[in-house]
């Protein structure tokens, strides 16, 4: 299939029966909002979401070796990883830098399922394939196997909870297990991008559109509503949640990005990356070029991807994401910044909006945390 070739989800007829505003994303033609995306913000935040997130990247990885290929092929320990159980873990360049951030689920003892992002799946699968030589371990593709949809927010449990029978009181977060949701077997995984509480459900793509009208059914009283990719940015960036090709980049290693503990350098044999990760981790250590942080507008002007973060008339960082904030009434954006202006509380600090250096208060991500 070509890349430049756009794809279309079980659930696209569905989109735009409701009238979603559709957008061409990673070569994939997804709802963007369905009405207003701060009312959709608003209602994760205080009610549930309902995302089609079918562009997401599959990847299942098979056979005796699957854990010692993953082991070596991404920065984190999978092999320790419990069967039921999920990862938050990066796949980097030898020379340490980021090509993608991944959730792997492992779903019995020698399978495993890698999400990718939807814009760096085929790069993913490329490494994960050239990586694999030497193992005993099959890689892969199933991104046609699987629809993704997602039930986000403080009710999304018991919404759920009305269309199965699987232990939902007993599944942990970042964990998964398969059961029956609506009359559609699926993997119910406790994972998300937004901040709060919430499931992800890997489905076929036949069933997606019986699962979708199904939970919206199911949520109506709780005021459920069909979600689209703008709220799920705002969602993820008040949550202090990295977006490839933003907060993460090739260019950048886990360390630059303030998530080395994803990297675990006691993890048994040898893996890609080792070497330039424990050099960056001793950068990182003794005095980090760059940090990543949190920028609270003082004032009304929203700042965006690329625009400098400015002190004593000097480019001291950079924007990498910026949106007005629904929950905080104010933009806000998450910028890597010279180590000297990182501190929280930091004064001085602006963002250059078209030639206006707009006052902004350095503050520790995330922006928002959800109720315990």
Same mark, same amino acid.
């Given at each position: 299939?070509?890349? $430049? !070739?756009?794809? &279309?989800?079980? *659930?696209?007829?569905? &989109?735009?029966?409701?009238?979603? $505003?559709?957008?061409?994303?990673?070569?994939?033609?997804?709802?963007?909002?369905?009405?207003?995306?701060?009312?959709?913000?608003?209602?994760?935040?205080?009610?549930?979401?309902?995302?089609?997130?079918?562009?997401?990247?599959?990847?299942? +990885?098979? #056979?005796?070796?699957?854990?010692?290929?993953?082991?070596?092929?991404? +920065?984190?320990?999978?092999?320790?990883?419990?069967?039921?159980?999920?990862?938050?873990?990066?796949?980097?360049?030898?020379?340490?830098?980021?090509?993608?951030?991944?959730?792997?689920?492992? *779903?019995?003892?020698?399978?495993?399922?890698?999400?990718?992002?939807?814009?760096?799946?085929?790069?993913?699968?490329?490494?994960?394939?050239?990586?694999?030589? #030497? @193992?005993?371990?099959?890689?892969?593709?199933?991104?046609?196997?699987?629809?993704?949809?997602?039930?986000?927010?403080?009710?999304?449990? #018991?919404?759920?909870?009305? +269309?199965?029978?699987?232990?939902?009181?007993?599944?942990?977060?970042?964990?998964?297990?398969? #059961?029956?949701?609506?009359? %559609?077997?699926? *993997?119910?995984?406790?994972?998300?991008?937004?901040?709060?509480?919430?499931?992800?459900?890997?489905?076929?793509?036949? &069933?997606?559109?019986?699962?979708?009208?199904?939970?919206?059914?199911?949520?109506?009283?709780?005021?459920?509503?069909?979600?689209?990719?703008?709220?799920?940015?705002?969602? /993820?960036?008040?949550?202090?949640?990295?977006?490839?090709?933003?907060?993460? $980049?090739?260019?950048?290693?886990?360390?630059? =990005?303030?998530?080395?503990?994803?990297?675990? @350098?006691?993890?048994?044999?040898? @893996? +890609?990356? /080792?070497?330039?990760?424990?050099?960056?981790?001793? /950068?990182? !250590? =003794?005095?980090?070029?760059?940090?990543?942080?949190?920028?609270?507008?003082?004032? /009304?002007?929203?700042?965006?991807?690329?625009?400098?973060?400015?002190?004593?008339?000097?480019?001291?960082?950079?924007? $990498?994401?910026?949106?007005?904030?629904?929950?905080?009434?104010?933009?806000?954006?998450?910028?890597?910044?010279?180590?000297?202006?990182?501190?929280?509380?930091?004064?001085?600090?602006? %963002?250059?909006?078209?030639?206006?250096?707009?006052?902004? !208060?350095?503050?520790?991500?995330?922006?928002?945390?959800?109720?315990?």
């Amino acid at each position: 299939m070509s890349s $430049t !070739e756009i794809r &279309h989800t079980a *659930l696209d007829a569905v &989109h735009r029966s409701l009238g979603a $505003t559709m957008t061409d994303f990673a070569d994939w033609d997804m709802p963007l909002r369905y009405g207003s995306e701060r009312d959709e913000h608003q209602a994760v935040r205080t009610r549930a979401g309902l995302f089609d997130l079918s562009h997401m990247g599959e990847i299942t +990885v098979t #056979g005796p070796d699957a854990a010692a290929l993953l082991n070596y092929a991404l +920065v984190g320990d999978l092999a320790s990883v419990g069967v039921g159980r999920a990862r938050y873990t990066m796949i980097c360049q030898a020379d340490g830098g980021i090509l993608d951030d991944l959730i792997v689920y492992r *779903l019995a003892d020698t399978e495993y399922m890698v999400v990718a992002n939807a814009s760096n799946a085929q790069v993913v699968l490329d490494a994960l394939t050239e990586r694999a030589a #030497g @193992f005993d371990a099959e890689v892969r593709d199933d991104r046609d196997a699987y629809a993704l949809l997602a039930v986000q927010g403080p009710e999304s449990p #018991g919404i759920l909870k009305a +269309v199965t029978d699987a232990d939902l009181g007993g599944l942990k977060y970042y964990a998964g297990l398969p #059961g029956t949701v609506a009359g %559609v077997p699926a *993997l119910i995984a406790r994972t998300g991008y937004t901040g709060e509480d919430g499931f992800e459900l890997f489905v076929k793509p036949e &069933h997606a559109v019986q699962l979708w009208e199904a939970l919206l059914a199911a949520g109506s009283a709780a005021g459920l509503v069909p979600c689209g990719l703008s709220c799920r940015d705002t969602l /993820r960036l008040e949550a202090g949640m990295p977006l490839y090709g933003h907060e993460l $980049t090739t260019g950048l290693t886990p360390f630059d =990005a303030g998530l080395g503990r994803v990297v675990k @350098f006691g993890k048994e044999g040898d @893996f +890609v990356g /080792r070497e330039a990760l424990a050099q960056a981790a001793e /950068r990182a !250590e =003794a005095r980090p070029p760059r940090v990543l942080v949190g920028l609270i507008a003082e004032g /009304r002007r929203v700042p965006r991807a690329g625009y400098a973060v400015v002190a004593g008339g000097e480019v001291i960082g950079e924007v $990498t994401s910026g949106a007005p904030s629904p929950t905080l009434g104010k933009p806000l954006a998450i910028a890597y910044v010279d180590a000297a202006h990182a501190a929280p509380g930091s004064t001085g600090v602006g %963002v250059d909006i078209r030639g206006s250096h707009e006052p902004y !208060e350095v503050v520790a991500l995330p922006f928002y945390k959800r109720a315990k």
